[in-house]
């Protein structure tokens, strides 16, 4: 595992671990955990042959990354890709790949469209569609936690509350699986995507415009900032990219995780259904203990020192935010999947300047789902086989079949 070469073409300084794994390849994905540990176990910092890059996997250190964004930029890329010196496969996003002062503008925008207030209209027609699923599964025999439930109710919600038309949501899903896999290194997942990615595309530019979002969405909110002289009309519909992008296959990882959570952990269920009130820790516990985004990647901006080893300026940092969310060092059993945690502190949404700026939306349609597992829902029992969905950044399912009793 720790590999001892002998002419680094491009290694790192002496003392850094040089790890000979694969961070993208399938055989990680389809069990991450051992890796993980090794990665921790290695040292502060270590150096992944592979790529050419740095990695971070104790919580300390990826906290301390994602919140000096000054030395760890964005603006380079938050894939493998360095923007400095690569062509980036779409215009690049104005505010997950932006730094201050630039992100500063775009970040307050997207923090009011999608604040608490603003939410606040949303949440019982959210909690009304989640019964709504809750109950039409349940008058099933059996079904796929994943297509029936984790993909189908973040579909139901959030493409209208963005005011999309219905026409066209079908690339939704494609769209951010390449996203997700084009942050990753040109491998097998990231070509594939790529090659057949032009009608995907197509559709999230047109659907952008102004004219095809519904009044009083949050797309429109955003069209509506430009009117206020917060954003140039250019950028708005980059905006709306942004909440295309990373608004719908990130919730269905979350709530696939969460589902899957209590199916696989009986007695947290019984937990959840004694006190529905724990719906939300429940989710956040989830989000925490699968990490449906497992990585981003800074770019140090100059020589900066983590945990005591000298990085050069233009190096690639991989954060494993999965790793970091499940380092012993902070947590307390960080392998059991526990809906009382104290959950603070993790990392699932990032942390610093960049974190997630549509967490509330999330946490809502997470909390109600679970919310109304927890009401309606006496067990959840896995009846058949569990298949693994692969991408380079994202962490979850392709099926999960089920059948569901009710309480
Ligand atoms: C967090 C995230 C993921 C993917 C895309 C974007 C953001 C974006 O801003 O486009």
Known sequence: MVAT????????APGIPRLDFDPFSIEFFADPFPTHQRLREAGPVVYLDKWDVYGVARYEQVH????????????????????????????????????????????????????????????AHFTQRAEAKVD???????FDAIADLAESYPLSVFPDAMGLREEGRENLLPYASLVFNAFG??????????????PHQAYVAAQC???????????????????AGEITPAEAPLLVRSLLSAGIDTTVNGIGAAVYCLARFPGQFAKLRSNPTLARNAFEEAVRYESPVQTFFRT???????????????????????????????????DSYDIARRTTGHVGYGSGIHMCVGQLVA???????LGALARKVGSIEITGEVKRRYNNTLRGLESLPVKMTAA
């Open 185 to 198: 290194p040109p491998n097998r997942l990231r070509q594939e995507a790529l090659e057949r990615s032009a």
């Open 5 to 12: 070469a002998m002419t680094p073409q491009h290694g790192p």
């Open 363 to 369: 946490r809502l349609e997470g909390e109600v789902m």
């Open 209 to 227: 415009q102004r004219e095809n979002l519904a009044p009083g969405g949050f797309g429109a909110c955003i069209h509506a900032r430009a009117d």
């Open 136 to 142: 039409e599964l349940l008058a099933r025999e059996s």
């Open 64 to 123: 301390a990354v994602l919140n000096d964004p000054q030395t760890f930029c964005s603006g380079r890329g938050v894939g493998l890709s360095d923007f400095a010196k690569e062509k980036p496969w779409r215009p690049p996003s104005l505010i997950l790949e932006a730094d201050p002062p630039a992100h500063t503008r775009t970040r307050a925008v997207l923090n009011q469209v999608l604040s608490a207030t603003a939410l606040k209209p949303l949440r």
């Open 300 to 334: 140090t901006t100059r020589e900066v020192e983590i945990g005591g080893h000298r990085i050069g300026e233009g190096e690639k940092v991989l954060m494993f935010l999965a790793a970091a969310n499940r380092d012993p060092r902070r947590w307390d059993n960080p």
